[in-house]
């Protein structure tokens, strides 16, 4: 076997009969010096570490037993809100806006997701449709008594030009606007009607600058003033909100 080995392999050294070593000497090279080892070295896996992102421990993995509550999702569209707010005003039995009405009234929003601008400007509009269609046999005396207290303060109007091709759609609005003022002032301060002047960016404050050369700044404040909203205190424009706070807090003392 010996023989065959060295006929195979001359350069390797044989130190006994049928053992093979390894040299084991330190060759020099101009660039590095190697040394021959006649085992491989043990494999050393790295140690185990945790991801900190997969590590758990026992205050982020402990869940409440209790539920966090959720937010109740409306149970009427804005739509059909609407549709039941007009008709809760057409029936009304008196021109004031009674607590039964009200509480109706709050409990229909609440039940569409509270109140909101656009909310209250489609219960303007289907007011504005309603007065249009004028079937006052259909209105209950509620109804027909603030539509009336509406048109006597609207009569009073300083300076509204009644020949302009779009004052009566502005008109009926004007009235729309006495009606909900009557029967659910909230929703006028959802429109940005407060009580220091009309709310910056709000659809008051849009509809006043599309119609300015039609209804006069002050007309407007002498209107809702004759329909007994007499703790208004307009400051004469547009404000922003930090300016109405301010002037209500100044008004209320606080």
Do not use: D
């Not at 109706?104 to 504005?128: C, D, F, P, R, T």
């Not at 209804?215 to 809702?224: A, H, Q, R, T, Y």
């Not at 424009?237 to 209320?252: D, F, H």
């Amino acid at each position: 076997m010996t023989t065959i080995l060295k006929t195979l392999f001359p350069c390797l050294p044989f130190a006994r009969e049928g053992s093979i070593r390894l040299p084991t000497t330190t060759r020099t090279t101009s660039s590095s010096t190697h040394r021959l080892i006649s085992e491989k070295p043990p494999l050393h896996h790295p140690p185990r570490t945790q991801n900190p992102q997969l590590t758990t421990t026992k205050a982020t993995t402990t869940i409440s037993s209790e539920k966090q509550p959720l937010a109740p999702s409306p149970t009427l569209t804005t739509t059909q809100a609407t549709t039941s707010i007009i008709s809760l005003l057409l029936s009304s039995p008196s021109p004031t806006p009674t607590p039964h009405l009200t509480s109706q009234i709050s409990s229909l929003v609440h039940q569409a997701g509270g109140w909101s601008e656009y909310l209250a400007s489609k219960i303007l509009n289907a007011l504005e449709t309603v007065l249009k269609e004028a079937k006052m046999m259909e209105w209950n005396e509620g109804m027909k008594g603030a539509y009336e207290k509406a048109c006597e303060a609207a009569e009073a109007f300083e300076g509204f030009v009644k020949e302009h091709p779009v004052a009566v759609g502005v008109f009926v609005t004007v009235l729309a606007l006495g009606v909900v003022g009557v029967l659910a002032p909230e929703c006028l301060g959802w429109l940005g009607f407060e009580e220091v002047g009309i709310l910056e960016g709000s659809w008051a404050a849009r509809w006043q600058a599309t119609y300015m050369g039609l209804v006069p700044k002050g007309s407007l404040f002498s209107f809702f003033q004759r329909l007994g909203m007499t703790k208004w205190r307009w400051m004469g424009g547009v404000v922003s909100e930090e300016e109405g706070l301010a002037q209500m807090m100044k008004e209320y003392g606080v």
